[in-house]
């Protein structure tokens, strides 16, 4: 059983630049989960995706956008990038979008933004 | 609001000594809870989780957890810690907003372990 992976692991961008990170979840898993941790800070969710489906997003701007496909892999895309978008973003997939459902996460992806 | 309170920033402690890592949540429904654990630079790991039935939980690695309904709590404890568990621990709730399920996350605590 392959776990969830993350591309790419280490990623300098550039204030105002376009970043697509990706996520390919655990086999069987149709639902994915975006997490941005800043140093020091637990993670904070910013969007889930169930079957292609947006099901819910936390507190962040328009300019954070994702997409799942038909084999549930996901992108997280943030558009003009600031200096406080540096963190390490992690995708959690799990079996079902329920409550009950673990969620099983990647190793991340640091993203500096200079 | 829904929040998770790790009130130990940071905690150092000798191999073999117990360890007890604190977690109180604030929510309004039926929580379901978890730890987990990041190594430097890696992902997350569960180690445990509650979701109903008997309090006291036992995980991967040693570590064990008890739900406090009437303290709110959900504690992390291993009776003897080794070297390799040096890392940092999160505590998380299950949070529903209809169908859409999030977790909501304390800020962790960094464990140091002393030979």
């Known amino acids: 059983e392959t776990g969830v992976t993350q591309s790419p692991t280490h990623l300098i961008k550039t204030r105002g630049q376009q970043v697509t990170l990706r996520c390919s979840s655990q086999s069987g898993h149709n639902t994915v989960s975006w997490y941005q941790q800043a140093l020091g800070q637990g993670p904070q969710f910013i969007f889930q995706?169930?079957?292609?489906?947006?099901?819910g997003r936390g507190n962040f701007p328009p300019r954070f956008s994702g997409l799942q496909f038909p084999n549930y892999s996901s992108e997280l895309n943030v558009n003009a990038l600031e200096l406080d978008d540096s963190a390490l973003y992690l995708c959690?997939?799990?079996?079902?979008?329920?409550?009950?459902?673990?969620?099983?996460f990647g190793p991340g992806t640091r993203l500096t933004v200079l | 609001a829904q929040s998770v309170t790790q009130p130990d920033i940071h905690i150092t402690v000798s191999e073999g000594a117990s360890l007890e890592l604190r977690c109180n949540y604030s929510?309004?429904?039926?929580?379901?809870l978890f730890w987990y654990v990041q190594s430097p630079g890696q992902g997350l790991q569960l180690l445990l989780k509650y979701f109903s039935g008997d309090t006291l939980v036992q995980g991967i690695k040693g570590f064990e957890a008890e739900f406090k309904r009437s303290q709110s709590s959900f504690n992390l404890r291993k009776p003897s810690v080794h070297w390799s568990d040096a890392a940092e621990y999160f505590c998380a709730v299950g949070a529903r907003a209809g169908n859409n399920r999030k977790l909501i996350w304390g800020l962790g605590t960094s464990l140091a372990v002393n030979p």
């Open positions: 959690a997939s799990s079996l079902d979008s329920r409550n009950t459902d673990t969620q099983y």
């Open positions: 995706y169930y079957r292609e489906e947006e099901n």
């Open positions: 929510y309004g429904a039926t929580p379901y």
